[in-house]
């Protein structure tokens, strides 16, 4: 059994080893040892006379090639161990290194340096060097683990095709101007891509009255029910819509409601998307951290705009019209973008 302890201080005659967890552009730099199949953080033995931190450059250098970077005391760890200099604590110091430029050859036993998005599997000490990493995680090195807890999803051309309620919507603003359902949809297409709902332009300036929106045409996507029941499996999951009353029943009767653990409507709760209270009602009511939350969406300036602001995640869905939107700052930039559903599968 293998023992790891923290300490801030010990005396420094104690201090036999270096570690230095390094990263790269934000990425992690592991070292791969020619005799092992396995990946290190960088690090190694103090000399005698050397200063604990000399000792982490020098091994940050040696083991990675470094040669520019800033480096920063993270704190003492022991390890105990009953193979581990016969069970005696032994002590070293860890570091944390941003390393901005490398050597082209590396002088040591490490056959080459690993620089990865993700951390590696096969540690070489894998009951110290892990639990070495999450310390200095809790000490704020290292960026937090967002768990994710909750997806919220919007309803319409994110769950729901809407594509047959707008095409019945712009066949009436034809019947009602006089003009082909062709000319009106190129017309409303070009608002559209002007980041405007092309609908209520096109209506507004014919002087034609908005016809209603006729939910029964209103169906599912085809992942829309799969990609739903294999996500409920893993995450709670909500809704956050514009939607008229009675969304719960609609979802029911789309055959999708068993997998929603949460519906936040605006017709119910008297607000609406991009308007930020209703996602703050949703993250209220599940209880859930706007980090620990990610909304998926088909329109930016509704979904995704105002869940960004909040510290959620955003994911958006290139279904529909919102597909048109024309990304124009930062502020509008999603985490994720996917043309279907069943996209995000890959993601979460
Ligand atoms: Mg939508």
Redesign the pocket.
């Known amino acids: 059994m293998v023992e790891v302890r923290f300490y801030d201080t010990v005396n420094d005659e104690l201090l036999k080893f270096a570690v230095i967890i390094s990263q790269s552009n934000g990425k992690w730099v592991f070292c791969k040892h020619k005799e092992r199949d396995t990946y290190e953080v960088p690090g190694g033995h103090r000399e005698d006379g050397e200063d604990i931190l000399e000792t982490a450059k020098r091994e940050l250098y040696e083991e990675t090639g470094a040669i520019t970077f800033d480096i920063t005391p993270i704190c003492i760890y022991s390890v105990t161990a009953p193979d581990n200099f016969d069970g005696m604590e032994t002590f070293g110091k860890l570091f944390f290194s941003d390393i901005y430029t490398f050597e082209k050859e590396l002088h040591s036993e490490i056959e080459k340096i690993a620089i990865m998005d993700e951390l590696p599997i096969n540690w070489t000490y894998p009951e110290i060097q892990p639990k070495l990493l999450e310390e200095a995680r809790k000490r704020g090195f290292l960026p937090k683990k967002e768990e994710i807890k909750w997806l919220f999803f ?5 769950l ?1 095709d ?1 594509s047959k309620v707008y095409e019945d919507r712009m066949k009436r603003i034809a019947d009602l101007s006089g003009l082909t359902y062709e000319q009106i949809n190129k017309y409303a297409m070009s608002f559209y891509k002007e980041n405007k709902k092309g609908d209520l332009e096109v209506a507004r300036q014919l002087g034609v009255k908005l016809p209603k929106w006729e939910s029964q045409y209103e169906r599912l996507y085809t992942d829309t029910k799969d990609c739903l029941k294999k996500l409920s499996r893993i995450y709670k999951i909500g809704v956050i ?2 939607q008229s009353l009675g969304t719960s029943e609609r979802l029911e009767n789309l055959g999708v409601r068993k997998y929603i653990d949460l519906i936040i409507a605006s017709a119910e709760e008297g607000v609406s998307k991009p308007d930020r209270r209703i996602f703050e009602i949703a993250l209220e009511r599940s209880c859930c951290k706007p980090e620990n939350a990610v909304m998926i ?3 930016i300036d ?2 995704i705009v105002p869940a960004k602001q909040l510290g959620m995640k955003t994911i958006w869905v290139k ?2 019209l ?1 597909s048109l939107w024309n990304i124009t700052d930062e502020s509008e930039k999603a985490d994720i973008e996917v043309n279907n559903l069943s996209d995000i599968l890959n993601f979460l």
């Open positions: 919007d309803v319409g051309s994110t729901v809407e819509a514009n969406g088909d329109r509704n979904d279904q529909g919102g």
